[in-house]
């Protein structure tokens, strides 16, 4: 699971957990009474708002990590490609060539053949159609 994966489910759990209304009621004071209610709802802001800046700062933080360390990042792997040759006595064979590539599937310090020179349209040399 990805990085980003993990903090989308945390994030819906920790939602979830504030949604479902977690706190215990008191039996030791009465339901009547304004104090009581008052400071649970209070409590309930304060920690939502500490919690929702908490965060954000995490958050936040997490980012600018995750984009300073993305250039640095030499994750690679080995692609294998089989193309067909034929020997000198005339088999067919497989043979393996691995290429090594980066996490975008691009080869990695891949020596590439120069270019082939195109050959040149020659001009070809003007007829005389119809005059004597």
Not at 85 to 103: H, N, S, W
């Amino acid at each position: 699971m990805k990085a980003h994966d993990r903090n989308l489910v945390g994030t819906i759990a920790l939602l979830g957990w504030l949604v479902t209304g977690c706190s215990t009621p008191s039996y030791t004071t009465s339901p009547y009474q304004p104090g009581p209610q008052i400071g649970r709802a209070i409590g309930t802001g304060a920690g939502a708002v500490a919690g929702n800046a908490a965060g954000a700062v995490v958050g936040a933080g997490e980012g600018v990590v995750g984009g300073v360390v993305a250039p640095f990042d030499t994750t690679t792997r080995v692609v294998r490609r089989w193309h067909t040759e034929i020997t000198p006595d005339g088999r067919t064979i497989q043979v393996p060539e691995d290429v090594l590539v980066d996490a975008y599937g691009r080869p990695v310090n891949r020596q590439y053949p120069p270019p082939q020179a195109q050959p040149q349209a020659q001009p070809q040399p003007a007829t005389n159609f119809g005059q004597k």
